[in-house]
């Protein structure tokens, strides 16, 4: 590997010449840092960033930590965050947490080591807390993205969650369905809790009393276990709509209804929080509350530099973007 060594004997002047163009400091002629320039490109020379780490004490690296990474929503939420973090001199790791918590521990722990400079984390749950609790003790700044957890005094980039969902649910019930199914996420996540919340408050707001039966936790990235949808539609009087809590669990629900021959909208409605990505640029079909994705890495990032920069100068900030109902083809009136 190629040092600055080499580079100073190549260019016949002192390692500290070349540290100080590396680095853009100290007077130097121009004629000498654009010899030492040339020559390291002509060795390609590559700095070594740990180094400049240590002396630096940042390392201009960030990570994202989200929940699934083939979801549309966490896809273009982490094309803002990189976008963000890019015009502003850093770097991004990525990570992927499959919802699962011995995962998320594995990145965390594996994010420690890099010494990056600060972490946009989306927890899988409630139970995240312990490892927020280690970057706190080891003094590395974080913002929540999408989700946040109980306890945790931090900075955070929400949706309109609630509010979002009773769009969703007074929108079917003005189309007259009165047995709206909402299949939901977890209940230790935090969206997953607001976005119950919301589908109750339209339920309460229209005089439709809440039935548990209609209601379903999947997690919300997978569909393993159709049987559970299976006993909501044998229920004796069974929904005529469906409210999926976000656009993978949609997607699966409508292909499972096909299976059994149940048209969408024709047979069921079929409404869903966050939109599909380009897929429904392709098929304008779903009917969706729609997150500005990219703006929650977006601003996340920006947030997370802000606090990285100022460190405790900073209030905890807490950022809610704004949600965007999109009336398609997959609703209607009740068959």
Not at 256 to 261: Q, T
Not at 311 to 331: G, N, W
Request: proline share 4%; hydrophobic share 40%.
């Amino acid at each position: 590997m190629v040092t600055i060594y080499d580079i100073a004997k190549r260019a016949n002047v002192s390692a500290m010449t070349v540290s100080r163009v590396i680095n853009n400091s100290g007077r130097i002629s121009a004629s000498t840092r654009e010899k030492v320039k040339r020559i390291m490109e002509e060795l390609h020379y590559v700095p070594n960033s740990t180094a400049r780490s240590l002396v630096k004490q940042e390392t201009k690296m960030l990570s994202l930590l989200i929940t699934d990474i083939t979801n549309p929503f966490f896809t273009t939420l982490a094309r803002g965050a990189e976008d963000a973090a890019m015009e502003l001199g850093y770097k991004l790791l990525f990570g992927n947490s499959d919802e699962k918590l011995s995962k998320e521990r594995e990145y965390v722990d594996m994010m420690l080591s890099t010494r990056v400079d600060g972490l946009l984390f989306a927890p899988a749950s409630d139970d995240s807390a312990e490892h927020l609790t280690m970057l706190n003790v080891h003094q590395v700044p974080f913002v929540l993205v999408d989700r946040d957890v109980p306890g945790v005094e931090a900075d955070v980039v929400l949706g309109e969650n609630r509010s979002g969902a009773a769009r969703l649910t007074a929108y079917l019930l003005a189309l007259g369905h009165r047995r709206i199914a909402l299949i939901n996420g977890f209940g230790t996540v935090s969206t997953a809790r607001e976005r119950f919340a919301g589908y109750c408050d339209a339920l309460a707001e229209h005089g439709i009393g809440y039935d548990k039966s209609l209601v379903v936790e999947y997690g919300y990235n997978r569909f393993d276990d159709p049987d559970k949808l299976e006993r909501v539609m044998r229920l004796p009087d069974p929904p005529t709509a469906i409210f999926a809590a976000n656009n993978v669990l949609a997607v699966s629900i409508i292909a499972f209804l096909r299976g059994k021959g149940i048209g969408v909208p024709e047979q069921m409605s079929v409404v869903c929080f966050e939109d599909v990505g380009l897929a429904s640029k392709l098929d304008p079909f779903l009917t969706v509350v729609m997150q500005p994705a990219y703006d929650f890495g977006y601003k996340g990032v920006r947030l997370l530099i802000d606090r990285i920069r100022r460190k405790d100068e900073l209030e905890r900030q807490t950022i809610r973007l704004p949600s965007e109902m999109i009336i398609r083809k997959s609703a209607g009136p009740p068959a």
